[in-house]
């Protein structure tokens, strides 16, 4: 008789909980993305699951987390992309990734010959720590490495964006359709999607300075802060764009040029502890080798 109701019972039991878990998931409400960007290809693979986490954890969210998310994705670009509660479900989701793996991984070696023990619970729960640890702190370096390349390519190009706006304003356009312009002519990159931003805030009814220190804000660039307030102070005033604009870009192009010099001088101290851990050590053993062999071969 208890054969046939402990099965039963199991059964009942993962069919009530498949039942509870549609009903949970089917509250979710689809998510409108007609004006958002295409997420990172990370959370496409997952971004059903990255859906009902969020939706259950956002109200847990506190305010003070929730714009500190939002202010680094601001600045990688991700702002309409990903919202700062998906962030942080893509991070519980990597976690949970993250212990799978680490179990599977000692499980595959957890094949004791006989009279050998096995791997102890306790060896799994650490391992499986370690992994949720790894899982979890992963989507935040990779966020701070997008960032960094974000800043690295923001540097490179903004002297050539201003010179395209240099010269579009000085041809005689207004800073609207140099801007536009540059868009067109310019490079693919950070800037590229700042500016066409920009345009489209401005498009949409709100003012170019407002559109300028909002781009300004998201980036959190020292340069680019400066760009928007010589605008913006120029336009208040009344002052010619062009003469503005040309200081603008020489002044960004002779700190690229500081910056390239100081990257350069930077490079010998660097190549110092490669060349003492891995360089000299290798060549040290081919010179002396043959003179320790012959050495020894003497008798001495």
Request: include cysteine; aromatic fraction near 10%; charge should be positive.
């Amino acid at each position: 008789m208890f054969t046939t109701i402990i099965p039963l019972g199991i059964g009942l039991s993962v069919g009530l909980l498949a039942w509870l878990l549609s009903r949970l998931l089917s509250a979710v409400p689809p998510e409108d993305r007609e004006y958002k960007d295409v997420p990172p290809l990370g959370f496409r693979i997952v971004w059903r699951p990255v859906q009902w986490i969020s939706h259950f954890i956002a109200p847990f969210i506190s305010t003070r987390r929730y714009h500190a998310v939002l202010t680094q994705l601001r600045q990688c670009g991700l702002d309409y992309t990903i919202s700062p509660a998906q962030f942080i479900a893509g991070r519980i989701l990597a976690a949970g990734a993250g212990l799978l793996l680490f179990c599977w991984g000692l499980a595959s070696f957890d094949h004791p010959e006989p009279g050998e023990a096995a791997f102890g619970a306790g060896l799994y729960l650490q391992l499986g720590a370690v992994g949720a640890l790894i899982g979890y702190v992963y989507p935040a370096l990779w966020l701070r490495d997008l960032l960094a390349r974000r800043k690295s390519e923001l540097l490179k190009t903004l002297p050539f964006y201003l010179d395209i706006i240099t010269l579009c304003v000085e041809a005689g356009l207004n800073m609207q359709g140099a801007m536009q312009q540059a868009v067109g002519k310019g490079p693919r990159g950070v800037l590229r999607d700042e500016f066409q931003r920009v345009l489209r805030d401005i498009r949409a009814g709100k003012g170019r300075a407002d559109s300028l220190r909002a781009m300004a804000e998201r980036l959190n660039e020292t340069t680019i802060t400066s760009f928007a307030t010589a605008v913006i102070q120029a336009e208040i005033m009344g002052m010619n764009m062009g003469p503005v604009l040309r200081s603008q870009a020489d002044q960004r192009r002779s700190e690229r040029f500081m910056r390239a010099e100081k990257l350069a001088m930077e490079a010998p101290v660097k190549l110092l502890f490669p060349l003492m851990a891995f360089i000299f050590p290798n060549t040290f053993i081919v010179l002396f080798f043959p003179i320790v062999m012959k050495f020894m071969h003497s008798g001495i």
